[in-house]
C-alpha cells in the first residue's frame, strides 16, 4: 500500500474526529494493565495524535513546531522521568521521519538542495559528529546528543527548505511566530518590572518559558533582527507596520533589560553589518573606512574592558555591563568561563583528533581544570554549563576537525546570505537574506560567550535562518525555478 492510499484512508478518520476514539482505548488499556502513572498516559496521547497529524498534513506540524517553540516545555525539568521537551521534540521526530521517508521515495528531486554550500557544510558536520559518536568516551551520551542534532536539523533545517519553497510562507512565517514571542517577552518585561528590574532576578524571570536569561536572550536576539528588518521593508499594510513597530519596541525592551552582554554585542554587531551592506551598495569606499573605524572601537573596547573595574552581582548599567564583556580579572563570569574554556583546550590537547564524545563535555571537563584559573563558583560535578564557547565546545568533544567544521558551517552561511542580498535578480525578493543573514550573526557572537544548539529554543531559529537563505537561493532565484522542485504542499507528494 503506497503512502497516498494510506493518508486517503486515514485522512476521512482524523477529519471525523474518530481517532480519538481508538486513542482511549489504548490510554484505557495502559492504565489496566500497566497501572502507568498519567503523565506517560498522556505523553503517549499526545505522541499518536501528533503521528496522526503529520498524516494529515505535514505543515500543521511545522507550524505547531515554530509557533509553540517559546511554550515548549522539558518534562525532565518539571520533575518527572521523561527527559523530553514537548511540543519541540514531537516536532522534530515527526517531521525527521516524514522527511526521510519522502527523501526516500523522490531523492531525485532533492539534488539542488542537497548541493548548497550550506547544506554540504552542515552534512560535513554531522557527518564528523557521527564518526565522533562511535569513539566517544560515552557512547550513549553521544548517540543521543548525535540524534538530537540530526533530528532537529532534518526537521527545521531540510523540512522548512521544502516549506519555504513556497514564497507565501517564506515571506510571512515570522508574523505569527512574532506573536508568543511578544507574549512571553511582555510577560518576561512584566514579572522584571515587578523585582525593579533588578540583574538578580534577571537571572530567572523568564521561567517557566526560558531555562534562564542567557538562552532566552539569544533566542529573542535572532528574531529581533527580523522584526527590525520586517519593520524596516515589510510595509504592505498599515496594521503590519504597527504589528513589527509593537514588536521590535518591546523585545528591544526585552535584550536591553535582560542583563545578557553578548546578546547586546549581538545586536551591535548585526547592527555594524547591517550599515556596512547599506553603505557599500552605494559607497564602497567609504564602508571601507567604516570596517576600519569598527575595527578600532573594537581594540578600544576590549582595551578598555580589561582594565574596566567591576562586581558581578552589584546592579550596572548598559555601559557598565558591556565594558565588563571582557573583563577576565574582577568579573566572575568571564573568569568561570575562562576556567571553563581552558578545561575544553586541555581536553583538546589530550584528543586533538576525536575529542571525548559529542554531548560530553559537562561530564568530562572535571578533571582538566586547573587550579589557578578555578574560581568560588567552578564545580566538579559538570552540573553549572558547559563550554560557553561553540567553537571550543566542538574541540573538546569533536576535536580540530570539530572546530573547522563548525567555523566552516558559519562562514559559509553568512557568505551566502551576503552574497545572495547583492546578487539576487528580484529586488522585491532580496532583502529577505538580510533578517537572516543578521539574525545568524546575532548568534554567532553570541557562539563565543555561550553555547545553545543543543537547546531547541535556540536550535530551532537558527535553522530557519539557515533555511531562508538556502530556500531563497534554491527556489527563488529566478535562473533556479525551471530545476525540478518538490510539490507545493510536501504531504500531497506522490510515490514515484
Not at 13 to 40: C, H
Not at 158 to 181: H, M, Q, T, Y
Not at 221 to 234: G, K, P, R, S
Not at 320 to 326: C, D, G, I, K, P
Request: with cysteine.
Amino acid at each position: 500500500m503506497t503512502l497516498t492510499e494510506i493518508k486517503a484512508k486515514i485522512t476521512p478518520w482524523l477529519q471525523k474526529g474518530w481517532m480519538i476514539i481508538p486513542l482511549f482505548l489504548i490510554i484505557g488499556a495502559e492504565f489496566i494493565l500497566f497501572r502507568a502513572n498519567y503523565i506517560y498516559a498522556w505523553v503517549f496521547m499526545v505522541c499518536l495524535a501528533f503521528g496522526a497529524i503529520t498524516l494529515l498534513n505535514i505543515k500543521y506540524i511545522w507550524w505547531i513546531g515554530v509557533i509553540f517553540m517559546p511554550f515548549s516545555q522539558n518534562f525532565e525539568e518539571l520533575g518527572t522521568a521523561f527527559a523530553l521537551t514537548v511540543p519541540s521534540d514531537l516536532v522534530a521526530i515527526s517531521l525527521c521521519g516524514y522527511f526521510i521517508l519522502q527523501f526516500f521515495i523522490h531523492g531525485k528531486k532533492y539534488i539542488p538542495l542537497l548541493r548548497h554550500p550550506i547544506f554540504i557544510a552542515f552534512g560535513l558536520y554531522l557527518g564528523w559528529m557521527l564518526i565522533c559518536t562511535s569513539t566517544s568516551r560515552m557512547p550513549v551520551v553521544s548517540l543521543k546528543y548525535f540524534l538530537s542534532m540530526f533530528w532537529y536539523g532534518t526537521a527545521f533545517l531540510w523540512g522548512s527548505v521544502l516549506i519555504f519553497e513556497k514564497k507565501e510562507i517564506l515571506r510571512n512565517w515570522i508574523l505569527p511566530a512574532s506573536i508568543p514571542i511578544l507574549i512571553v517577552v511582555g510577560y518576561t518585561i512584566y514579572c522584571h518590572g515587578l523585582e525593579g528590574f533588578s540583574l538578580r532576578s534577571s537571572y530567572h524571570i523568564m521561567q517557566p518559558f526560558y531555562k534562564e536569561h542567557t538562552a532566552y536572550a539569544t533566542s529573542i536576539t535572532i528574531l529581533f533582527a527580523y522584526f527590525v528588518l520586517y519593520l524596516l521593508y515589510d510595509r504592505f499594510s498599515k496594521a503590519k507596520t504597527i504589528h513589527w513597530i509593537v514588536v521590535s519596541l518591546v523585545t528591544g525592551i526585552g535584550i536591553l533589560t535582560i542583563y545578557t552582554r553578548g546578546a547586546w554585542l549581538g545586536v551591535l554587531g548585526a547592527g555594524a553589518v547591517f550599515a556596512m551592506v547599506l553603505i557599500w551598495e552605494r559607497y564602497r569606499k567609504i564602508a571601507i573606512a567604516f570596517m576600519g573605524l569598527i575595527a578600532l572601537t573594537g581594540i578600544w573596547f576590549i582595551q578598555k574592558s580589561i582594565t574596566f573595574d567591576t562586581d558581578s552581582d552589584k546592579n550596572m548599567g548598559v555601559e557598565e555591563r558591556l565594558f565588563s564583556a571582557l573583563n577576565t580579572k574582577q568579573d566572575l563570569s568571564n573568569m568561570e568561563r575562562i576556567n571553563r574554556w581552558v578545561a575544553a583546550v586541555n581536553m583538546l590537547k589530550e584528543s586533538p583528533v576525536y575529542g571525548f564524545g559529542p554531548g560530553t563535555y559537562a561530564m568530562q571537563y572535571a578533571p582538566y581544570q586547573q587550579s589557578n584559573f578555578r574560581t568560588k563558583v567552578s564545580t566538579n560535578l559538570g552540573n553549572l554549563g558547559t563550554t560557553h564557547n561553540e567553537f571550543l565546545l566542538a574541540g573538546s568533544e569533536m576535536g580540530i576537525p570539530g572546530v573547522l567544521f563548525v567555523t566552516g558551517l558559519y562562514v559559509v552561511s553568512l557568505f551566502c546570505g551576503i552574497k545572495g542580498y547583492f546578487q539576487h535578480q528580484e529586488r522585491s525578493d532580496r532583502w529577505l537574506y538580510l533578517p537572516a543573514t543578521l539574525g545568524l550573526i546575532t548568534y554567532y557572537l553570541h557562539a563565543v560567550v555561550n553555547n545553545y544548539l543543543d537547546q531547541d529554543k535556540v536550535a530551532i531559529p537558527v535553522f530557519l535562518c539557515l533555511a531562508q537563505i538556502i530556500a531563497l537561493d534554491v527556489y527563488h532565484q529566478p535562473k533556479n525555478r525551471q530545476h525540478p522542485a518538490t510539490p507545493e504542499n510536501p504531504s500531497d507528494i506522490e510515490p514515484a
